[in-house]
């Protein structure tokens, strides 16, 4: 079956090398006039963009039960069944691309997650130790910093809304731990989603092949500049097949402004409001020329949304005049207008469009989370729940406009464990009563009850139960 691969190998060899300047090359775009064209070379390009693409070792040590000696009475008598546990390293590949002179490298979240022991290696065969700055795993970047005396090759991000669908581009980086390898294509799609597992989809798409060991290493333009860092691949059987996903380079230059401010984490955007696909029969039933845009579902109360006027029922088309395709594509416009500013959203309703200004700010702790461990001998023992905030689902990667009590955690070989209680599960009511705070959580859980009907939201789905 055809997969979704982010791109990482087993081996590493890191190249760094020559200094990076300024390419000089023709703003305008042409396709090729004569013979004499067709045989012109990306060479001076490489040269150029090459010493600015590195490769990252990231080692992590992980537990292995050894089964060496399972089922050796001598063994088990002293350890039961519980035998002596072994250390393994584990060691994977990515790229990175220095963006700063200093020896800052961004790379994919992926490549170092979990990582004890990450370097990166010249080509000159000298190794650096590197820190990591900022990472987050929703949006698959990571920062990376290694100390360095002297100024380091640099690529520069170039704008990657300018980006258009035909667009000649290169891949650099170091598929399969071969060494760095350039490849050449074109941009295939624009505004991809549901790539990967995490939360954002908004990725440039190339047939430029690129495979694992690739990822976190630099998407290309003719002008020299970083359009993307690749991430992922469509893929049965783990190679390319020529049709790779790349991160915009407008999002890497926000998170990379975040790092260098010295934040703890990237903060997405709050709206107080979700939304779905247009689809056909949403775009008939509303008037909608294409199907395109962000359909309201849900306001939360006082919610930015909610102040700047927005309505369920209503289509957001385009994000400072720039089109919407999707809801993803709605968080990403904002995610890069950046936190503290205003975005203009336009909106369609009833035929009729508007202009709607929008505040952008953090999710904001609306309530305290008073997170409580639950105990004693009711079904719900051994569970951690929180009051939901849009804070609070934020951090939990749920829907901000949720409200309720939300575990955050189920103690392993608790009985709630045992009863199937999962993080992000919201406890709706028990016994017919509402639970509206941790507290009325604990109070019925610490009652004397004979038996439990309990209602769950999970994932939007109510789940209704019985325990006894």
Same mark, same amino acid.
């Given at each position: 079956?055809?997969?979704?691969?982010?791109?990482?190998?087993?081996?590493?060899?890191?190249?760094?090398?020559?200094?990076?300047?300024?390419?000089?090359?023709?703003?305008?775009?042409?396709?090729?006039?004569?013979?004499?064209?067709?045989?012109?070379?990306?060479?001076?390009?490489?040269?150029?963009?090459?010493?600015?693409?590195?490769?990252?070792?990231?080692?992590?040590?992980?537990?292995?039960?050894?089964?060496?000696?399972?089922?050796?009475?001598?063994?088990?008598?002293?350890?039961?069944?519980?035998?002596?546990?072994?250390?393994?390293?584990?060691?994977?590949?990515?790229?990175?691309?220095?963006?700063?002179?200093?020896?800052?490298?961004?790379?994919?979240?992926?490549?170092?997650?979990?990582?004890?022991?990450? #370097?990166?290696?010249?080509?000159? /065969?000298?190794? +650096?130790?590197?820190?990591?700055? *900022?990472?987050?795993?929703? &949006? =698959?970047? @990571?920062?990376?910093?290694?100390?360095?005396?002297?100024?380091?090759?640099?690529?520069?991000?170039?704008?990657?809304?300018?980006?258009?669908?035909?667009?000649?581009?290169?891949?650099?980086?170091?598929?399969?731990?071969?060494?760095?390898?350039?490849?050449?294509?074109?941009?295939?799609?624009?505004?991809?989603?549901?790539?990967?597992?995490?939360?954002?989809?908004?990725?440039?798409?190339?047939?430029?092949?690129?495979?694992?060991?690739?990822?976190?290493?630099?998407?290309?333009?003719?002008?020299?500049?970083?359009?993307?860092?690749?991430?992922?691949?469509?893929? #049965?059987?783990?190679?390319?097949? /020529?049709?790779? +996903?790349?991160?915009?380079?407008? *999002?890497?230059?926000?998170? &990379? =402004?975040? @790092?260098?401010?010295?934040?703890?984490?990237?903060?997405?955007?709050?709206?107080?409001?979700?939304?779905?696909?247009?689809?056909?029969?949403?775009?008939?039933?509303?008037?909608?020329?294409?199907?395109?845009?962000?359909?309201?579902?849900?306001?939360?109360?006082?919610?930015?949304?909610?102040?700047?006027?927005?309505?369920?029922?209503?289509?957001?088309?385009?994000?400072?005049?720039?089109?919407?395709?999707?809801?993803?594509?709605?968080?990403?416009?904002?995610?890069?207008?950046?936190?503290?500013?205003?975005?203009?959203?336009?909106?369609?309703?009833?035929?009729?469009?508007?202009?709607?200004?929008?505040?952008?700010?953090?999710?904001?702790?609306?309530?305290?989370?008073?997170?409580? &461990?639950?105990?004693?001998?009711?079904?719900?023992?051994?569970?951690?729940?929180?009051?939901?905030?849009?804070?609070?689902?934020?951090?939990?990667?749920?829907?901000?406009?949720?409200?309720?009590?939300?575990?955050?955690?189920?103690?392993?070989?608790?009985?709630?464990?045992?009863?199937?209680?999962?993080?992000?599960?919201?406890?709706?009511?028990?016994?017919?009563?509402?639970?509206?705070?941790?507290?009325?959580?604990?109070?019925?859980?610490?009652?004397?009850?004979?038996?439990?009907?309990?209602?769950?939201?999970?994932?939007?789905?109510?789940?209704?139960?019985?325990?006894?």
């Amino acid at each position: 079956m055809p997969r979704f691969d982010r791109l990482k190998s087993a081996a590493v060899v890191v190249a760094l090398m020559v200094p990076l300047s300024a390419p000089a090359l023709a703003q305008d775009k042409a396709v090729p006039q004569s013979q004499l064209e067709m045989q012109l070379s990306f060479a001076p390009l490489v040269k150029q963009a090459r010493g600015a693409v590195v490769n990252v070792y990231a080692e992590r040590l992980v537990q292995r039960r050894s089964n060496l000696f399972a089922g050796d009475p001598f063994f088990e008598q002293f350890f039961g069944q519980r035998m002596p546990n072994r250390t393994e390293k584990q060691s994977s590949l990515g790229s990175g691309v220095i963006v700063e002179a200093n020896g800052t490298v961004v790379t994919n979240n992926h490549v170092i997650d979990g990582a004890d022991d990450i #370097k990166v290696a010249l080509a000159d /065969g000298r190794e +650096f130790p590197v820190k990591v700055v *900022l990472k987050d795993d929703r &949006l =698959d970047l @990571a920062v990376l910093k290694f100390e360095t005396s002297e100024a380091m090759p640099t690529l520069p991000i170039g704008d990657s809304d300018a980006t258009e669908v035909g667009d000649l581009v290169l891949a650099i980086g170091n598929p399969f731990g071969v060494g760095q390898t350039v490849t050449s294509g074109i941009v295939s799609a624009l505004a991809r989603n549901q790539v990967t597992e995490g939360d954002f989809g908004f990725f440039i798409q190339t047939d430029a092949a690129i495979n694992p060991g690739n990822s976190g290493g630099a998407l290309v333009d003719m002008k020299g500049q970083l359009i993307g860092i690749n991430t992922a691949i469509f893929s #049965k059987g783990g190679g390319s097949n /020529g049709v790779g +996903f790349a991160i915009p380079a407008n *999002l890497v230059r926000v998170f &990379l =402004d975040a @790092a260098d401010r010295g934040e703890a984490s990237f903060e997405r955007p709050y709206v107080g409001a979700s939304f779905e696909p247009v689809t056909s029969d949403v775009a008939e039933a509303l008037g909608l020329k294409t199907v395109r845009g962000a359909l309201v579902v849900r306001i939360a109360e006082d919610g930015p949304a909610a102040r700047a006027g927005l309505k369920p029922g209503q289509v957001v088309t385009a994000v400072n005049d720039i089109l919407v395709e999707h809801p993803d594509a709605l968080g990403y416009r904002l995610s890069t207008a950046g936190l503290g500013k205003k975005a203009e959203l336009t909106v369609q309703e009833d035929g009729r469009e508007e202009k709607i200004a929008i505040t952008l700010a953090a999710a904001p702790e609306t309530r305290p989370r008073d997170i409580q &461990l639950i105990e004693g001998r009711s079904p719900f023992a051994g569970i951690r729940a929180g009051n939901l905030s849009p804070r609070l689902a934020y951090e939990l990667k749920m829907v901000s406009e949720t409200t309720g009590v939300v575990v955050t955690e189920v103690v392993r070989g608790s009985p709630a464990a045992r009863l199937g209680f999962a993080p992000r599960d919201i406890v709706v009511a028990i016994n017919g009563e509402e639970i509206a705070s941790v507290d009325d959580l604990q109070r019925i859980a610490g009652s004397d009850a004979g038996f439990w009907r309990v209602e769950i939201d999970r994932n939007g789905q109510r789940i209704r139960q019985i325990f006894r």
